[in-house]
T-cell receptor, first 108, second 118 residues
């Protein structure tokens, strides 16, 4: 059984700051890693996927993967109040295992 | 129009009733999934289907059944609803894409159905 661990938060950051979200996992076989954003009462929305060790950047978002240490992180630069949501880490392939999510609050 | 639709969006029912939740997609994806989400427990996979003739149990399939009527339609049934099946239910779709290295399978979610069993 894969385990995906995330700090439930809430993580509070001031507007304009960098938000750092972390995820650790137990499965050494998974090759695909995803970050989803979920607003309260809404469905998860894909932000980024990452498959190789290192960093992947997309606009204000950077995903970082370290398979040897079994962690994946998401950095949000210039955080905005609209980034306030729960961020879900997921890994696997066709059968994704999700973490329980970290709630991020960006304070204006 | 939304790529993945779910009906109904909200449903309140009583213990023992049979309930069907429906999912339709226009993304042309071959893979479809049903999840439930509970506060503090995250998203858990109920069933998944890779094509019309393929049905697989997920982590928490007891008390649920599914039907893949067509590539674009995947329904979830609760034969006899019970209160601990009160949750937010999501349908998701994906299509296996080849890329450098291992294949990947990004999932896209429908808007969800909020089910309350009294």
């Amino acid at each position: 059984q894969k385990e995906v661990e995330q700090n439930s938060g809430p993580l509070s950051v001031p507007e304009g700051a960098i938000a750092s979200l972390n995820c650790t996992y137990s499965d050494r076989v998974s090759q695909s890693f995803f970050w989803y954003r979920q607003y309260s009462g809404k469905s998860p929305e894909l932000i980024m996927s990452i498959y190789s060790n290192g960093d992947k950047e997309d606009g204000r978002f950077t995903a970082q993967l370290n398979k040897a240490s079994q962690y994946v992180s998401l950095l949000i630069r210039d955080s905005q109040p609209s980034d306030s949501a729960t961020y879900l880490c997921a890994l696997g392939s066709y059968q994704l295992t999700f973490g329980k999510g970290t709630k991020l609050s960006v304070i204006p | 129009d939304a790529d993945v639709t779910q009906t109904p969006r909200n449903r309140i029912t009583k213990t023992g009733k049979r309930i069907m939740l429906e999912c339709s997609q226009t993304k042309g994806h071959d893979r479809m999934y049903w999840y439930r989400q509970d506060p503090g427990l995250g998203l858990r996979l109920i069933y998944y289907s890779f094509d019309v003739k393929d049905i697989n149990k997920g982590e928490i399939s007891d008390g649920y059944s599914v039907s893949r009527q067509a590539q674009a339609k995947f329904s979830l049934s609760l034969e006899s609803a019970i209160p601990n099946q009160t949750a937010l239910y999501f349908c998701a779709t994906s299509h296996l894409t080849a890329r450098e290295g291992p294949s990947t399978d990004t999932q896209y979610f429908g808007p969800g159905t909020r089910l309350t069993v009294l």
